[in-house]
T-cell receptor
């Protein structure tokens, strides 16, 4: 078990659906991250929130919309995804200048 | 542009056969080099952080070292449970910047 909890573990959605991924941590970390990982590839940074403010957006398409309602929660809203968006979506958190703690991810399949 | 290159891509060892994994990096200003272990279907699990050349960290059968251009993860007398993908990552920006990952080394330890 990790200290970063992601739900759901698996998600199958059609290209016209709207869904959300959720991430929660109670370690008091003020930086939270979304990464995307395709099969047999390294994680790729999507978004960074620092003190609940979006600080980094790595040119991610607008069909991915992040939200940080409070210091413990991070959401990723999905809309009109493409099959190539199928991947493992990882959430992480960290104190400043420290290692990232990852959750076990949401396995997303877009049909 | 920051670059992280890991070698070999895959490595198969017999149980008890020691070896080393390499991570070479080209970055504008290193603010930390991180080693992670990732099991199939799971998020990366933090192993070590190294900040300056000459630094070494150890944990059980693993030892990480850092020079100005590369890092090594030495595995001594590995066991089958050490089988995983080992990821190297660098941080070059501020305290809440994300990590840039290498492609990883897929390690298999045969009994």
């Amino acid at each position: 078990d990790t200290e970063v909890t992601q739900t759901p573990k698996h998600l199958v959605m059609g290209m016209t659906n709207k869904k959300s991924l959720k991430c929660e941590q109670h370690m008091g970390h003020r930086a939270m991250y979304w990464y995307k990982q395709k099969a047999k590839k390294p994680p790729e940074l999507m978004f960074v929130y620092s003190y609940e403010k979006l600080s980094i957006n790595e040119s991610v398409p607008s069909r991915f919309s992040p939200e940080c309602p409070n210091s413990s929660l991070l959401n990723l809203h999905l809309h009109a995804l493409q099959p190539e968006d199928s991947a493992l979506y990882l959430c992480a958190s960290s104190p400043p200048y420290s290692p990232l703690h990852f959750g076990n991810g949401t396995r997303l399949t877009v049909t | 542009e920051d670059q992280v290159t890991q070698s070999p891509e895959a490595l198969r060892l017999q149980e008890g056969e020691s070896s080393s994994l390499n991570c070479s990096y080209t970055v504008s200003g290193l603010r930390g080099l991180f080693w992670y272990r990732q099991d199939p279907g799971k998020g990366p699990e933090f192993l070590f952080t190294l900040y300056s050349a000459g630094e070494e960290k150890e944990k059980e059968r693993l030892k990480a070292t850092l020079t100005k251009k590369e890092s090594f993860l030495h595995i001594t007398a590995p066991k089958p449970e050490d089988s995983a993908t080992y990821l190297c990552a660098v941080r070059t920006g501020g305290g809440a910047d994300g990590l840039t990952f290498g492609k990883g080394t897929h390690l298999i330890i045969q009994p």
